[in-house]
């Protein structure tokens, strides 16, 4: 697998199409990163490209949760 610019050799219990996937998000991200302004290193690069798919990941569970909330009372009004 190749992650910024660099391969690694990924051993785990997913399969390998899976975790290429992973790795062609996470460089996708990265380059539109990239793209985007002046990233000084590889490391400064992967920072902003985590804390980005992290922001991303933390918005979708805040609105997921918001999501139940609000089903569970329209369910409570029904009753």
Request: charged share 35%; no cysteine; aromatic share 6%.
């Amino acid at each position: 697998m190749r992650l910024f610019g660099r391969d690694y050799g990924i051993k785990g219990h997913g399969e390998t199409k899976y975790v290429e996937m992973l790795a062609d998000f996470i460089n996708e991200r990265a380059e539109n990163i990239r793209k985007k302004g002046t990233v000084l290193s590889t490391l400064d690069l992967a920072i902003l490209t985590l804390l980005n798919i992290t922001d991303e990941m933390f918005q979708e569970r805040r609105l997921q949760e918001r999501t139940k909330r609000d089903t569970k009372k329209r369910k409570s009004g029904l009753s």
